[in-house]
């Protein structure tokens, strides 16, 4: 088991002839995800990697019966994009691009609900279920199949953490991207229900950061209904406030979103937070122990 | 991006919400030439892209053109958090019966633009909402239809509690909304919205930030900004596709990735050292990006050493070991640099960085030890 991607994974690519979705289309193929079509208008017909190209999603669905998109579409179309996506009746929309405006995300938030879509991103590098669909940007070979589960708002800092996860003979369920913008689609506590919910996922990794207050209402979350041991660490301590650090939504404003704030939520919630990335093996270990006993 | 008072007040007159008359001026002579032409009392204000500008003395109440002169000599040139002011607002002094605060922002939880208003105006609302949460109404606008009459009636009424006051304030807060969508802000904040004895209700000051992703469809906003010297590096920065944020320390660092970079910081921390700045290079290799990073880290005089802390995901570390050595073939420098490559194809580009003597680790860890080590030198 896992959560949200996995063998039963119908992919379609949207934006798949540009430089990034080509790219990465190719390589998710080589990790065995089934990509079943790819989106660009005005290309219907063609193939891309043995893939199929079609000009709309809705053409796509009904060719290839996608389930899940995964989008590469330039910033500025990116809330059209997850619209087209959602109104085709994909379930699930991976958004890589980054850039979006905020206000977009705002104005299709309400839609995707009414529609039932789940969408994790924008501004994310996605998702990968060891072993089974590996849907984002993720490099394939860091990951190894476990019953850990991964939630992250950056890129890079999941790698370095899922790979001294791997080293230290920690697998993982599913390692999710949430991604590093203000509003964005499901978020910590939606996925900590999903592991919480997933019998294979025997304890969880979450990696936050400054800005917002999602690692505090997480923190609260796992207080009150999980049962499963979580390992967290938060990066941005030393961030100055009112800078926005790369990523849009790690920035601390009025004085809130702070580092401290959110460590003491989690150890508060008995939560053990990692003091640099090299701890959360050995957090995990003992958390693990703990729950066994 | 942030934007100054006098320009927050030009884009709601724009929009028809009532702002007193004011003058911009850069000069004493200038001052005292609006301070006379409105012939009545004014106030002289700061113009910085910083907060708390009347603690620090920036506002001042003139009754006299003489008053409003000695205020320019005062405030102009002065020192606001560290911001030089270099330009006053001369705006009529209104007489208050009462302040408000009526504020848009973008609420991450209910991923909609929350319409604020308080009571309790002209203070900081970061204030009131940590000493007097329940003195905030709060409210939640569907962005489906937008802020409603009723609904901006019926936040007014709970404010003014006088139906004609109230529809007068709702008006403002639908203006408000209006202009919040249309410039792609993230923050336009009247603090105070000020009822006159007069029975008026007008914005005497304004706050507005916008959305920098956004910036590709506001010219008008755009055109308006008007960064400080270290705004100006980041500009200057991200034109390169770096993203760059000072800081007071003196361990340069250069990443790939946010939260990565951000993580660096800590753990220089953590060890006792203190970061120069961020810096995410993203995820490319080319050696341009590298010698731009280099150029902008070694620019900082503070630095006494360099962490650079790669590690490669789609990007190989083969590729980023080939950038790092022709920068600095092209960067002569003393400074002391360590280089921790891990993830994709490490091995083969600390092989090749052994060849030029350069330090190299694998752990972020280690590296971030070798570089205070080597800043103590």
Redesign the interface.
């Known amino acids: 088991m896992s959560i949200l991607v996995n063998k039963d994974t119908k992919l379609v690519v949207q934006g798949i002839t540009g430089r990034d979705g080509k790219f990465h289309a190719s ?1 998710m193929k080589e990790y065995g995800t089934n990509i079943v079509a790819g989106v660009s208008p005005g290309k219907e017909g063609e193939t891309l990697d043995g893939i199929p190209v079609f000009n709309s999603v809705a053409h796509a669905v009904k060719a290839t019966g996608a389930n899940t998109s995964i989008i590469f579409v330039p ?2 179309f990116a809330a059209d994009a997850i619209l087209e996506a959602s109104d085709a009746g994909i379930a699930l929309v991976i958004a890589i691009s980054e ?9 299709i ?3 995707l609900k009414l529609n039932g879509t789940l969408l994790i991103g924008p501004n994310c590098p996605g998702l990968i279920t060891p072993g089974e669909a590996l849907v984002g ?3 394939a ?2 990951f190894k199949e476990g019953n850990i589960g991964f939630i ?9 953490v899922v ?1 001294l996860l791997t080293q230290n003979d920690f697998g993982q369920t599913t390692c999710v991207g949430i991604g ?1 913008d ?2 964005a689609g499901l978020y910590f506590i939606d996925l900590l229900e999903m592991f919480e919910n997933d019998p294979e996922t025997k304890a969880v990794v979450l ?1 936050g ?2 800005g ?3 690692e505090e ?1 997480a923190a609260q979350y796992i207080a009150e209904k999980m049962t499963k041991p979580v390992v967290a ?1 938060i ?6 406030p009112g ?8 920035i601390i404003s ?2 809130s979103g702070t ?1 401290e704030e959110k460590i003491a939520a989690f150890n508060k919630a008995g939560v053990p937070v990692a ?4 701890e959360i093996p050995e957090l995990l270990r003992r958390r693990l122990a703990e729950q066994s006993k | 991006m942030k934007i100054h008072e006098y320009q927050a007040r030009q884009i709601f007159r724009d929009y028809g919400i009532p702002v007193p008359d004011g003058v911009l001026c850069y000069t004493v002579y200038e001052v005292e030439k609006a301070a006379r032409e409105m012939d009545r009392m004014v106030v002289v204000k700061a113009q910085v892209l910083a907060g708390g500008r009347g603690k620090a003395g920036g506002v001042k109440l003139a009754r006299t053109v003489e008053d409003a002169v000695a205020a320019g000599k005062q405030i102009l040139g002065m020192d606001i958090k560290g911001l030089t002011v270099e330009k006053v607002l001369v705006t009529d002094a209104v007489d208050i019966e009462k302040e408000f605060y009526v504020g848009l922002i ?1 609420d ?2 209910t ?3 929350t319409l604020m208003v308080s009571a309790e105006g002209g203070v900081e609302i ?1 204030e009131v909402a940590k000493n007097n949460p329940e003195k905030i109404i709060k409210y939640s606008i ?3 239809t937008g802020l409603l009459d009723y609904q901006a009636r019926n936040v007014a009424m709970e404010l003014f509690g006088n139906i004609k006051l109230a529809q007068k304030a709702a008006s403002i807060f639908i203006k408000l909304y209006k202009l919040y ?1 249309e410039t ?1 802000a ?1 923050l336009a904040e009247i603090n105070p919205l000020v009822l006159t004895p007069e029975n008026e209700i007008l914005a005497i000051d304004g706050k507005m930030n916008f ?4 910036l ?2 506001q010219p008008k906003i755009l055109a308006m900004r008007e960064p400080d010297a270290e705004e100006l590096q980041e500009i200057a920065a991200n034109e390169k596709g770096l ?1 760059y ?1 000072k ?1 007071d320390g003196n361990i340069g660092c250069m ?9 660096t ?6 060890y006792g050292g203190s ?1 120069a700045n ?1 810096l ?1 290079i993203g995820g490319s290799s080319n050696p341009q990006k590298v010698i731009d990073a280099m150029n902008i880290l070694l620019s900082d005089k503070n630095v006494k050493a360099v962490m650079i802390n790669i ?4 990007t190989r570390c083969d590729d980023v070991a080939k950038g790092l050595i022709k920068a600095l073939e092209i960067i002569m420098t003393d400074i002391p640099i360590v280089v921790r490559l ?3 194809n490490a091995e083969e580009g600390l092989a090749l960085l052994k060849e030029t003597g350069l330090p190299t680790v694998s ?3 280690e590296a971030a030890q070798k570089a205070i080590e080597l800043s103590k030198r």
């Open positions: 390589k910033a500025a850039g979006v405006p905020i206000q977009d995300m705002i104005r938030t309400p839609i940007i993720l490099p070979m860091i992250s708002r950056s890129g890079t800092l999941t790698y370095e790979n590093g203000p509003v990696i950061e400054i917002g207050d999602a209402q660490f990066a941005g301590q030393t961030a100055p800078k926005r650090m790369g990523h849009a939504g790690a009025s004085g580092a003091k640099e990335p090299g | 973008n991450r939880n991923k909609s633009i970061e569907n962005p489906l969508i792609d993230t959305d920098d992703n956004a590709f469809r993203a944020i800081l990443v790939n990735g946010a939260g990565l970079a951000m993580a910081m800590d753990m220089i921390k953590l970061p961020f995410d590690f490669g995901g789609i891990s993830g994709t752990s972020m860890s």
